[in-house]
């Protein structure tokens, strides 16, 4: 059983940055690959980047791939959403998650994370 807890949403202005944070409870963080997905009211979720356990293989949506960057400090159990250059279309609640193995696929299935956190709003302001 995994417990996630996300952090650092808020207020941002476009062109700004913003850091997303994500602590997992329990043991073995390093054996699960994480990701983080968002959603906008009346459409799908989307999945937004992740990373292995050993941060060897990460992956990213297209719409994020140079803005954002996925990290993680298995030290300290928590993985983090680094959202630089923010536009008005990045708001949205931002979850993160975590995956039996490394998910790198713009077209995951939600199922493919075993664990989710609550989710967390992003709202980027023009």
């Known amino acids: 059983q995994v417990t996630l807890v996300e952090s650092g949403g808020g207020l941002v202005q476009a062109g700004g940055s913003l850091r997303l944070s994500c602590v997992a409870s329990?043991?073995?963080?390093?054996?699960?690959?994480m990701g983080w997905w968002r959603q906008t009211p009346g459409k799908e979720r989307v999945h937004l980047a992740a990373?292995?356990?050993?941060?060897?293989?990460?992956f990213y949506a297209d719409s994020v791939k140079g803005r954002f960057t996925i990290l993680r400090d298995n030290a300290k159990n928590t993985v983090y959403l680094q959202m630089d250059s923010v536009q008005p279309e990045d708001t949205a609640v931002y979850f993160c998650?975590?995956?039996?193995?490394?998910?790198?696929?713009?077209?995951?299935?939600?199922?493919?994370?075993?664990?989710w956190g609550q989710g967390i709003q992003v709202t980027v302001s023009s």
């Open positions: 998650a975590a995956s039996l193995g490394f998910v790198g696929d713009s077209r995951a299935r939600q199922s493919a994370y075993w664990y």
């Open positions: 990373i292995s356990g050993s941060s060897r293989s990460t």
């Open positions: 329990g043991r073995a963080f390093s054996e699960f690959g």
